[in-house]
């Protein structure tokens, strides 16, 4: 079947079988051929290209055979097609590996981040469960943030493309949101959505000097705000209930992590920034895991797949190793963050006298955000759930960093 498609939802697998404007105006001799490469995409992407034409007999559909442009206020579908997987144990892998190709293009942001009435120069798409659906904005030029749109089910995202056009629209709501309240709080949605963004692309570059810089500028931006409120992290930090992104578990988990630091009375600004860091770092060697094993529901998970994942603590410190500077006790939250006090944890099992303040407190904030955190097979908790699983288990945990950790979140508004 032949569709007309935006150019922005192209991707790898698909048959284009021609192109909205004439030849002469795309970067391609042919104009019949199997998207293959990510240069071809990009070339689209950056080309006047506004439609695509597919041929879904030849190559893949829109995401997961769903319509591109739904009304935004369209129910969300009631079950979870990543659920079913898990409980039938008999996934469409083709739908699911569709659904993965889709998600690497994409970045999830903070719908609080959207203020209503405010223009936006680039394309929302809205995700419920594993159905992905651009949302229906201009082409060209500004849009309006509605309150529909604000409506819409689900989580939004942004194409990786729309990164800088994202950020720059955080600068300008952080510039003009008006009495000082409203300009702390959107100083910080930008400090956290830019620690998202960098994060993000050390992910995909877990070599690049460039991107642990821009990391390390990140952290020193959480523990300013932390330090400046004296240990608060409103809009520092974003809900996933409904999808694990591992960009957004990295911050949430670096913020969680330095302020409960704080709240233990850690006031050295190097000790701050070594536990800000390690944690921003802590699932690094996730980077080179494949995403079919990292999404995975747990339970069909095979021996070997546990391992390969087990070994992201090691992948991570080959990695941090790499860099110069990096103290060793940035290393510890890295090194510590899946051991627990009873020594029953991974890599070393470590128990509680061996374990750094630092690997105490991420063992404890990694599991909170964790289990509040939807995944393949698993509905998130809620922070209430979350907080009494932690004290059900505290033979594994510290109990006074819990207490301070419940403090932390206690006094911090939490967005929904
Ligand atoms: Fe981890």
């Known amino acids: 079947m032949r569709k007309k498609i935006p150019a922005s939802a192209a991707r790898l697998g698909m048959y284009i079988d021609g192109f909205d404007t004439s030849w002469f105006k795309t970067p391609f001799l042919r104009h019949h051929f199997e998207l293959k490469s990510q240069d071809q995409l990009e070339k689209i992407i950056e080309s006047s290209v506004e439609h695509v034409y597919i041929d879904t007999a ?61 223009a936006i120069d680039f394309d929302l798409f809205a995700k419920t469960d594993m159905n992905i659906a651009c949302l229906p904005l201009k082409n060209k030029g500004e849009s309006i943030i509605t309150k529909e749109l604000l409506a819409s089910p689900g989580e939004l995202l942004i194409h990786r493309r729309d990164v800088q056009k994202y950020r720059d629209y955080l600068i300008m709501i952080a510039k003009d949101s008006g009495p000082a309240l409203a300009q702390a709080a959107s100083k910080n949605m930008l400090i956290k959505e830019t620690a998202k963004i960098v994060i993000r692309d050390l992910f995909a570059d877990p070599v690049s000097h460039e991107k642990m810089e821009a990391c390390k500028d990140s952290v020193e931006a959480i523990m300013s705000s932390i330090i400046n409120t004296k240990g608060l992290i409103n809009n520092l930090f974003s ?10 578990h990295s911050v949430n988990v670096s913020v969680f992590c330095v302020a409960t630091a704080f709240a233990l009375g850690i006031r050295n600004e190097a000790e701050l920034f070594a536990i800000g860091r390690g944690s921003l770092l802590h699932d690094i060697g996730l980077s080179a895991m494949p995403p079919e094993v990292l999404y995975k529901p747990h339970h069909r998970l095979s021996e070997f797949e546990i391992e390969l994942l087990r070994g992201h603590i090691f992948d991570g410190l080959d990695i941090v190793n790499l860099f110069k500077g990096i103290s060793p006790d940035a290393m510890r939250p890295l090194l510590e963050h899946h051991e627990n006090l009873m020594g029953t944890g991974y890599p070393m099992g470590l128990t509680g006298d061996k374990l750094h303040v630092s690997g105490k407190i991420i063992s404890i904030t990694n599991t909170y955000d964790t289990l509040t955190t939807s995944r393949p097979g698993f509905k998130s908790l809620s922070p209430f759930e979350a907080l009494a699983y932690l004290r059900d288990h505290s033979h594994l945990f510290d109990a006074d960093i819990l207490k301070e950790f419940i403090t932390v979140l206690g006094k911090s508004s939490q967005p929904e």
């Open 239 to 248: 809900v996933s209930k409904h999808d694990y992104y591992v960009c957004t």
């Open 58 to 118: 030849k190559g893949l559909d829109v995401f997961h055979h769903e319509h591109m442009r739904p009304s935004p206020t369209a129910p969300p579908k009631k079950s979870s097609k990543l659920r079913e997987m898990a409980a039938n144990d008999s996934p469409d892998d083709m739908t699911f590996t569709d659904y993965l190709k889709a998600r690497d293009y994409l970045l999830q942001i903070d719908k609080l981040c959207l203020l209503e009435g405010a």
